[in-house]
Protein backbone atom coordinates (compact mmCIF):
# COMPACT_ATOMS: atom_id res chain seq x y z
CA UNK A 1 0.00 0.00 0.00
CA UNK A 2 1.80 3.32 -0.76
CA UNK A 3 2.40 5.81 1.63
CA UNK A 4 -0.24 8.53 1.91
CA UNK A 5 1.89 10.91 4.00
CA UNK A 6 4.71 12.97 2.68
CA UNK A 7 7.14 13.38 5.77
CA UNK A 8 7.12 10.07 7.53
CA UNK A 9 8.16 6.54 6.51
CA UNK A 10 7.22 3.88 8.70
CA UNK A 11 10.47 1.26 8.87
CA UNK A 12 8.51 -0.78 7.30
CA UNK A 13 8.59 1.63 4.24
CA UNK A 14 12.24 2.13 4.58
CA UNK A 15 14.74 0.47 3.23
CA UNK A 16 18.78 1.50 1.44
CA UNK A 17 17.04 2.55 -2.12
CA UNK A 18 15.53 5.51 0.30
CA UNK A 19 18.84 6.77 1.98
CA UNK A 20 18.39 9.87 0.85
CA UNK A 21 15.19 10.43 2.86
CA UNK A 22 15.49 8.43 5.74
CA UNK A 23 19.36 8.71 6.11
CA UNK A 24 21.97 5.55 7.09
CA UNK A 25 20.27 4.58 10.31
CA UNK A 26 16.72 4.67 9.16
CA UNK A 27 17.47 2.68 5.86
CA UNK A 28 19.32 -0.22 8.02
CA UNK A 29 16.24 -0.09 10.50
CA UNK A 30 14.16 -0.63 7.40
CA UNK A 31 16.02 -3.44 6.31
CA UNK A 32 16.23 -5.36 10.04
CA UNK A 33 12.94 -5.01 10.56
CA UNK A 34 12.22 -7.05 7.60
CA UNK A 35 14.92 -9.98 8.57
CA UNK A 36 13.05 -12.53 10.03
CA UNK A 37 14.46 -13.34 13.83
CA UNK A 38 15.58 -10.38 14.48
CA UNK A 39 13.39 -8.14 16.91
CA UNK A 40 13.57 -4.08 15.75
CA UNK A 41 11.12 -2.01 18.04
CA UNK A 42 9.16 -0.31 16.16
CA UNK A 43 8.89 3.09 15.14
CA UNK A 44 9.42 5.28 11.79
CA UNK A 45 11.36 8.22 10.51
CA UNK A 46 10.88 12.35 9.61
CA UNK A 47 12.55 12.14 6.39
CA UNK A 48 15.04 14.68 5.23
CA UNK A 49 12.37 16.56 3.40
CA UNK A 50 11.18 17.94 6.62
CA UNK A 51 14.95 19.20 7.44
CA UNK A 52 15.20 20.82 4.06
CA UNK A 53 11.93 22.06 4.28
CA UNK A 54 12.78 24.17 7.44
CA UNK A 55 16.21 25.26 6.22
CA UNK A 56 14.51 26.39 3.07
CA UNK A 57 12.12 28.02 5.24
CA UNK A 58 14.27 29.88 7.47
CA UNK A 59 16.56 32.50 5.65
CA UNK A 60 18.63 33.52 8.79
CA UNK A 61 20.03 29.41 8.70
CA UNK A 62 20.98 29.73 5.16
CA UNK A 63 22.81 32.87 5.80
CA UNK A 64 24.40 30.92 8.92
CA UNK A 65 25.52 27.63 6.85
CA UNK A 66 26.71 29.81 4.10
CA UNK A 67 29.44 31.51 6.27
CA UNK A 68 29.62 27.66 7.97
CA UNK A 69 31.18 26.29 4.50
CA UNK A 70 33.78 28.82 4.76
CA UNK A 71 35.53 27.20 7.80
CA UNK A 72 38.91 24.95 8.43
CA UNK A 73 38.66 22.89 11.42
CA UNK A 74 41.47 24.76 13.60
CA UNK A 75 38.65 27.34 13.43
CA UNK A 76 37.47 26.78 16.95
CA UNK A 77 35.98 30.31 18.11
CA UNK A 78 34.03 30.29 15.04
CA UNK A 79 32.44 26.74 15.21
CA UNK A 80 31.73 27.49 18.45
CA UNK A 81 30.16 30.41 17.75
CA UNK A 82 28.25 29.81 14.53
CA UNK A 83 27.28 25.89 15.89
CA UNK A 84 25.32 28.01 18.76
CA UNK A 85 23.81 30.11 16.60
CA UNK A 86 22.17 27.74 14.21
CA UNK A 87 20.91 25.00 17.06
CA UNK A 88 19.20 27.91 18.98
CA UNK A 89 17.36 28.72 15.22
CA UNK A 90 16.71 25.21 14.60
CA UNK A 91 15.62 24.65 18.46
CA UNK A 92 13.15 27.73 18.32
CA UNK A 93 11.66 27.06 14.89
CA UNK A 94 8.02 25.18 15.31
CA UNK A 95 7.36 22.13 13.71
CA UNK A 96 4.97 22.89 10.53
CA UNK A 97 1.31 22.22 11.02
CA UNK A 98 0.85 19.84 8.59
CA UNK A 99 4.04 17.83 9.75
CA UNK A 100 3.08 18.21 13.32
CA UNK A 101 -0.44 16.27 11.89
CA UNK A 102 1.93 13.66 10.18
CA UNK A 103 3.61 12.74 13.18
CA UNK A 104 0.29 13.00 15.47
CA UNK A 105 -0.94 10.18 12.67
CA UNK A 106 2.05 7.83 12.69
CA UNK A 107 2.08 8.15 16.53
CA UNK A 108 -1.35 6.89 16.71
CA UNK A 109 -0.58 3.81 16.60
CA UNK A 110 0.96 3.51 19.92
CA UNK A 111 -0.52 3.77 23.26
CA UNK A 112 -0.78 7.43 24.78
CA UNK A 113 1.34 6.10 27.17
CA UNK A 114 4.23 4.85 25.17
CA UNK A 115 7.64 6.37 25.73
CA UNK A 116 10.33 6.34 22.72
CA UNK A 117 13.69 7.03 21.49
CA UNK A 118 14.62 10.16 19.07
CA UNK A 119 17.71 9.54 16.99
CA UNK A 120 19.66 11.27 14.79
CA UNK A 121 19.68 9.28 10.84
CA UNK A 122 22.12 11.65 8.63
CA UNK A 123 22.36 11.28 5.02
CA UNK A 124 26.07 11.22 6.13
CA UNK A 125 26.05 8.10 8.60
CA UNK A 126 26.50 4.56 8.72
CA UNK A 127 28.44 4.58 6.02
CA UNK A 128 30.47 1.53 4.84
CA UNK A 129 33.54 4.22 4.80
CA UNK A 130 32.86 6.77 7.53
CA UNK A 131 30.46 5.50 10.39
CA UNK A 132 29.61 9.51 11.53
CA UNK A 133 28.90 7.63 15.08
CA UNK A 134 28.17 9.90 18.13
CA UNK A 135 28.02 12.44 15.82
CA UNK A 136 24.39 13.85 16.75
CA UNK A 137 22.56 13.20 20.24
CA UNK A 138 19.81 10.81 21.15
CA UNK A 139 17.15 11.73 23.52
CA UNK A 140 15.63 7.96 25.47
CA UNK A 141 12.46 7.57 27.07
CA UNK A 142 10.65 10.43 25.72
CA UNK A 143 6.89 10.68 26.47
CA UNK A 144 4.18 13.13 25.17
CA UNK A 145 3.09 14.52 21.92
CA UNK A 146 4.62 18.32 22.74
CA UNK A 147 7.87 16.80 24.16
CA UNK A 148 8.80 14.35 20.94
CA UNK A 149 8.09 17.90 18.80
CA UNK A 150 10.45 19.34 21.41
CA UNK A 151 13.20 16.47 20.82
CA UNK A 152 12.79 15.80 17.10
CA UNK A 153 14.03 19.59 17.05
CA UNK A 154 16.78 18.81 19.44
CA UNK A 155 17.81 16.16 17.05
CA UNK A 156 17.83 18.24 13.86
CA UNK A 157 20.05 20.87 15.54
CA UNK A 158 22.22 18.26 16.74
CA UNK A 159 23.90 17.84 13.05
CA UNK A 160 25.70 20.99 13.87
CA UNK A 161 27.20 20.30 17.36
CA UNK A 162 31.36 21.41 17.54
CA UNK A 163 32.10 17.91 17.55
CA UNK A 164 29.45 16.58 14.35
CA UNK A 165 31.05 20.04 12.21
CA UNK A 166 34.64 19.57 12.85
CA UNK A 167 34.03 15.64 11.52
CA UNK A 168 32.45 16.69 8.62
CA UNK A 169 34.85 19.54 7.96
CA UNK A 170 37.87 16.46 8.21
CA UNK A 171 36.01 14.24 6.33
CA UNK A 172 35.19 16.37 3.43
CA UNK A 173 31.43 16.12 3.71
CA UNK A 174 30.11 19.69 2.75
CA UNK A 175 27.56 21.01 5.48
CA UNK A 176 24.98 21.76 2.91
CA UNK A 177 24.63 18.99 1.54
CA UNK A 178 24.67 16.43 4.74
CA UNK A 179 20.64 15.66 5.91
CA UNK A 180 18.68 14.69 8.58
CA UNK A 181 16.15 12.26 9.20
CA UNK A 182 14.99 11.39 12.82
CA UNK A 183 14.14 8.36 14.22
CA UNK A 184 10.98 8.06 16.47
CA UNK A 185 11.29 4.40 17.65
CA UNK A 186 9.44 2.96 20.85
CA UNK A 187 11.18 2.52 23.90
CA UNK A 188 12.46 -0.88 25.31
CA UNK A 189 13.46 -1.13 29.23
CA UNK A 190 16.19 -3.59 28.93
CA UNK A 191 18.14 -5.63 31.74
CA UNK A 192 20.95 -5.74 30.00
CA UNK A 193 22.47 -3.76 26.80
CA UNK A 194 25.64 -2.94 24.87
CA UNK A 195 27.44 -3.34 21.67
CA UNK A 196 28.71 -6.21 19.69
CA UNK A 197 30.86 -6.33 16.96
CA UNK A 198 31.02 -8.90 14.43
CA UNK A 199 34.52 -8.67 13.82
CA UNK A 200 36.79 -7.91 16.52
CA UNK A 201 37.90 -4.03 16.86
CA UNK A 202 40.91 -4.45 18.46
CA UNK A 203 42.88 -7.11 16.31
CA UNK A 204 40.61 -7.34 13.35
CA UNK A 205 39.72 -10.69 13.16
CA UNK A 206 37.06 -11.25 11.47
CA UNK A 207 36.21 -14.79 13.08
CA UNK A 208 35.60 -13.05 16.48
CA UNK A 209 33.00 -11.15 17.84
CA UNK A 210 33.13 -8.78 20.67
CA UNK A 211 30.23 -8.30 22.86
CA UNK A 212 30.58 -5.48 25.34
CA UNK A 213 27.45 -5.95 28.16
CA UNK A 214 26.11 -3.86 30.93
CA UNK A 215 23.18 -3.60 33.00
CA UNK A 216 20.57 -1.21 32.08
CA UNK A 217 20.17 1.06 29.23
CA UNK A 218 23.17 1.19 26.82
CA UNK A 219 23.69 5.33 27.09
CA UNK A 220 26.48 4.37 30.17
CA UNK A 221 28.43 2.00 27.79
CA UNK A 222 28.18 4.15 24.85
CA UNK A 223 29.45 7.11 26.96
CA UNK A 224 32.58 5.41 28.76
CA UNK A 225 30.73 6.20 31.98
CA UNK A 226 30.65 2.50 32.98
CA UNK A 227 32.92 -0.76 31.96
CA UNK A 228 31.08 -3.14 30.43
CA UNK A 229 31.76 -6.71 30.32
CA UNK A 230 34.06 -8.02 27.50
CA UNK A 231 33.17 -11.46 25.76
CA UNK A 232 34.67 -12.79 22.79
CA UNK A 233 33.28 -15.42 20.62
CA UNK A 234 35.36 -17.55 17.85
CA UNK A 235 33.55 -20.11 15.37
CA UNK A 236 30.59 -20.79 18.22
CA UNK A 237 32.47 -20.86 21.31
CA UNK A 238 33.81 -18.19 23.99
CA UNK A 239 37.46 -17.79 23.90
CA UNK A 240 37.60 -15.00 26.50
CA UNK A 241 35.01 -13.82 29.33
CA UNK A 242 36.15 -9.84 31.56
CA UNK A 243 33.78 -9.31 33.68
CA UNK A 244 34.30 -5.52 35.06
CA UNK A 245 32.76 -4.06 38.22
CA UNK A 246 29.33 -2.05 37.35
CA UNK A 247 28.65 -0.07 40.31
CA UNK A 248 25.69 1.43 38.28
CA UNK A 249 22.81 1.62 35.39
CA UNK A 250 21.41 4.37 33.36
CA UNK A 251 17.49 3.05 33.86
CA UNK A 252 14.45 4.96 32.94
CA UNK A 253 13.16 7.84 35.04
CA UNK A 254 9.25 8.02 35.74
CA UNK A 255 8.61 11.16 34.18
CA UNK A 256 11.14 10.95 31.32
CA UNK A 257 14.29 10.97 30.42
CA UNK A 258 16.90 8.89 32.11
CA UNK A 259 18.23 8.56 35.71
CA UNK A 260 21.70 6.64 37.06
CA UNK A 261 20.80 4.23 39.40
CA UNK A 262 23.50 2.68 42.06
CA UNK A 263 23.52 -1.14 41.53
CA UNK A 264 23.12 -3.30 44.52
CA UNK A 265 26.91 -4.66 45.58
CA UNK A 266 26.31 -8.33 44.84
CA UNK A 267 25.39 -7.39 41.47
CA UNK A 268 28.07 -4.74 40.08
CA UNK A 269 30.40 -7.93 39.63
CA UNK A 270 27.95 -10.39 38.23
CA UNK A 271 28.05 -11.23 34.86
CA UNK A 272 25.62 -9.30 32.86
CA UNK A 273 24.79 -11.63 30.16
CA UNK A 274 24.70 -15.92 30.50
CA UNK A 275 26.80 -17.75 28.06
CA UNK A 276 23.89 -18.85 26.65
CA UNK A 277 22.58 -15.43 25.75
CA UNK A 278 26.33 -14.78 24.89
CA UNK A 279 25.95 -17.40 21.91
CA UNK A 280 22.64 -16.62 21.23
CA UNK A 281 23.59 -12.72 20.94
CA UNK A 282 26.65 -14.20 18.59
CA UNK A 283 24.46 -15.68 16.38
CA UNK A 284 21.89 -12.84 15.51
CA UNK A 285 24.74 -10.97 14.77
CA UNK A 286 26.38 -13.32 12.73
CA UNK A 287 22.91 -13.24 10.48
CA UNK A 288 22.69 -9.25 10.27
CA UNK A 289 26.38 -9.37 9.07
CA UNK A 290 25.40 -12.40 6.29
CA UNK A 291 22.50 -9.97 5.33
CA UNK A 292 24.40 -6.44 4.82
CA UNK A 293 27.83 -8.17 3.56
CA UNK A 294 29.83 -6.76 5.46
CA UNK A 295 31.13 -7.02 9.20
CA UNK A 296 28.46 -4.77 11.71
CA UNK A 297 28.61 -2.11 14.81
CA UNK A 298 25.62 -3.92 16.27
CA UNK A 299 23.24 -1.85 19.66
CA UNK A 300 21.88 -4.85 21.60
CA UNK A 301 19.14 -4.95 24.48
CA UNK A 302 17.66 -7.60 26.28
CA UNK A 303 14.31 -7.79 27.72
CA UNK A 304 12.05 -10.19 29.41
CA UNK A 305 14.94 -12.42 28.14
CA UNK A 306 14.65 -11.14 24.63
CA UNK A 307 16.78 -9.80 21.94
CA UNK A 308 16.07 -6.87 20.39
CA UNK A 309 18.14 -4.52 17.80
CA UNK A 310 17.97 -1.16 18.00
CA UNK A 311 20.65 -0.32 15.36
CA UNK A 312 23.09 -1.64 13.16
CA UNK A 313 26.15 0.25 11.00
CA UNK A 314 29.33 -1.10 9.12
CA UNK A 315 32.04 -1.01 11.14
CA UNK A 316 34.57 1.54 9.19
CA UNK A 317 37.88 0.89 10.92
CA UNK A 318 38.70 -2.76 9.77
CA UNK A 319 41.61 -2.94 7.55
CA UNK A 320 40.01 -4.53 4.28
CA UNK A 321 40.76 -7.83 3.07
CA UNK A 322 42.09 -8.94 0.16
CA UNK A 323 40.10 -11.30 -2.05
CA UNK A 324 41.37 -14.57 -2.40
CA UNK A 325 40.89 -18.09 -4.88
CA UNK A 326 39.21 -19.78 -1.78
CA UNK A 327 39.03 -20.22 1.93
CA UNK A 328 42.12 -21.31 2.46
CA UNK A 329 44.49 -19.70 5.19
CA UNK A 330 46.55 -17.19 3.37
CA UNK A 331 49.67 -14.53 4.13
CA UNK A 332 50.21 -11.63 2.33
CA UNK A 333 53.57 -9.23 2.87
CA UNK A 334 53.68 -5.69 2.10
CA UNK A 335 56.05 -4.47 -1.16
CA UNK A 336 55.79 -0.67 0.51
CA UNK A 337 57.05 -1.76 3.62
CA UNK A 338 60.08 -3.40 1.70
CA UNK A 339 60.65 -0.26 -0.10
CA UNK A 340 60.60 1.66 2.96
CA UNK A 341 57.13 3.04 1.61
CA UNK A 342 54.85 2.71 4.45
CA UNK A 343 52.22 5.57 3.53
CA UNK A 344 49.27 4.60 1.19
CA UNK A 345 49.64 4.98 -2.86
CA UNK A 346 47.64 7.27 -4.87
CA UNK A 347 45.48 5.03 -7.80
CA UNK A 348 48.01 6.03 -10.37
CA UNK A 349 50.72 4.85 -8.19
CA UNK A 350 49.07 1.36 -7.42
CA UNK A 351 47.95 0.79 -10.65
CA UNK A 352 51.48 1.59 -12.61
CA UNK A 353 53.34 -0.87 -10.26
CA UNK A 354 50.70 -3.45 -10.84
CA UNK A 355 51.44 -3.48 -14.11
CA UNK A 356 55.37 -3.51 -14.51
CA UNK A 357 55.25 -6.00 -11.40
CA UNK A 358 56.79 -9.20 -12.41
CA UNK A 359 54.11 -10.92 -10.62
CA UNK A 360 50.67 -10.33 -8.97
CA UNK A 361 49.97 -7.51 -6.79
CA UNK A 362 46.72 -7.14 -4.90
CA UNK A 363 46.10 -3.56 -3.48
CA UNK A 364 44.35 -2.44 -0.48
CA UNK A 365 43.88 0.85 1.41
CA UNK A 366 46.30 2.23 -0.90
CA UNK A 367 48.74 -0.28 -0.05
CA UNK A 368 49.96 -3.23 -2.27
CA UNK A 369 50.91 -6.66 -1.51
CA UNK A 370 52.01 -10.07 -2.74
CA UNK A 371 50.77 -13.37 -1.90
CA UNK A 372 53.46 -15.38 -0.21
CA UNK A 373 51.63 -18.44 1.29
CA UNK A 374 53.23 -20.66 -1.34
CA UNK A 375 56.68 -20.02 -0.08
CA UNK A 376 55.55 -20.49 2.99
CA UNK A 377 53.83 -24.12 2.50
CA UNK A 378 58.02 -25.32 1.97
CA UNK A 379 61.08 -25.45 4.16
CA UNK A 380 62.89 -24.28 1.34
CA UNK A 381 60.53 -21.43 0.18
CA UNK A 382 60.27 -20.28 4.06
CA UNK A 383 64.15 -20.13 4.32
CA UNK A 384 64.36 -18.22 1.23
CA UNK A 385 61.00 -15.59 2.61
CA UNK A 386 62.45 -15.08 5.59
CA UNK A 387 65.96 -14.17 4.59
CA UNK A 388 65.25 -12.21 1.71
CA UNK A 389 62.59 -10.09 3.89
CA UNK A 390 64.80 -10.07 6.63
CA UNK A 391 67.24 -7.74 4.73
CA UNK A 392 64.90 -5.09 4.02
CA UNK A 393 62.74 -5.32 7.42
CA UNK A 394 63.48 -7.01 10.05
CA UNK A 395 60.13 -5.97 11.82
CA UNK A 396 58.32 -8.02 8.58
CA UNK A 397 60.84 -11.43 9.10
CA UNK A 398 59.56 -10.93 12.66
CA UNK A 399 55.81 -11.34 12.26
CA UNK A 400 56.71 -14.23 9.24
CA UNK A 401 58.48 -16.23 12.06
CA UNK A 402 55.17 -15.96 14.37
CA UNK A 403 53.25 -17.02 11.69
CA UNK A 404 55.51 -20.02 10.89
CA UNK A 405 55.49 -20.45 14.92
CA UNK A 406 51.39 -20.67 14.62
CA UNK A 407 51.56 -23.09 11.36
CA UNK A 408 49.02 -20.91 10.27
CA UNK A 409 50.52 -22.19 6.61
CA UNK A 410 50.80 -26.11 6.62
CA UNK A 411 53.69 -27.13 5.50
CA UNK A 412 53.14 -29.81 2.03
CA UNK A 413 55.54 -32.37 0.62
CA UNK A 414 58.47 -30.07 -1.22
CA UNK A 415 59.97 -32.68 -3.16
CA UNK A 416 63.31 -30.53 -3.65
CA UNK A 417 64.14 -30.01 -0.51
Not at 106 to 116: I, K, Y
Not at 139 to 153: C, D, K, Q, S, W
Not at 308 to 313: A, D, F, L
Amino acid sequence: MPNKTKYIRSFRESDNTQFSLVGGKGANLGELSRLSGIRVPDGFCITTEAFQRMIAETPALNQLLHELSGLHSQAREQITKLSTEIRRRIEETPISGDIREEIAQALSRFSAQEAFAIRSSATAEDLPNASFAGQQDSFLNIRGTEAIHMHIRKCQASLFTERAISYRIQNSFDHRRVQLAVIVQQMVFPQASGILFTADPVTGNRRVSSIDAGFGLGEALVSGRVNADTYKVREGRISDKKISVKKFAVRAAAPGGTKDQELPAGQQQQQTLTDIQILELERLGRRIEAYFGHPQDIEWCLADGLFYIVQSRPITTLFPVLEAPDTANRVYASVGHQQMMTDAMLPLGLSMWQMLAARPMQAAAGRLFIDVSEMLSTEKGRQMLLNTLGQSDPLTKDALQIVIDRNFIQIQSDETN
